[in-house]
């Protein structure tokens, strides 16, 4: 099983990033998956899950701003993130069933 997460960056607050993971050997459309991050100094914490079912779940903190959607055919995970803060400098982390992890992508948000 392999998750590889792309999409990081640098960007200045107010604008938008779209993160991708996409798995190998193991399918998220039949698992329930999400995306974590994990700021310097501070502990790991949800952003966002969505279940087999497609039903979606986000930390207070991104309501609104953020959206988690996967393609069934590519078997990739997005988190669509947009109005983008400083206090969103992070690694972002996705995950299939909580077992599962990807590497990381740093998202650096900052003028």
Known sequence: ???QASGGGLVQ????LR??????????????????????????????TITSRGSTNYADFVKGRFTISRDNAKNTL?????????????????TNSVRYWGKGTLVTVSS
């Open 78 to 94: 997005y988190l669509q993130m947009n109005s983008l803060k400083p206090e969103d400098t992070a690694v972002y982390y996705c």
């Open 1 to 3: 099983v392999q998750l």
């Open 13 to 16: 607050p107010g604008g938008s």
């Open 19 to 48: 993160l991708s993971c996409a798995a190998s050997g193991i399918s998220f459309a039949l698992n329930f998956a999400g995306w974590y991050r994990q700021a310097p100094g501070k502990e790991r914490e949800l952003v966002a």
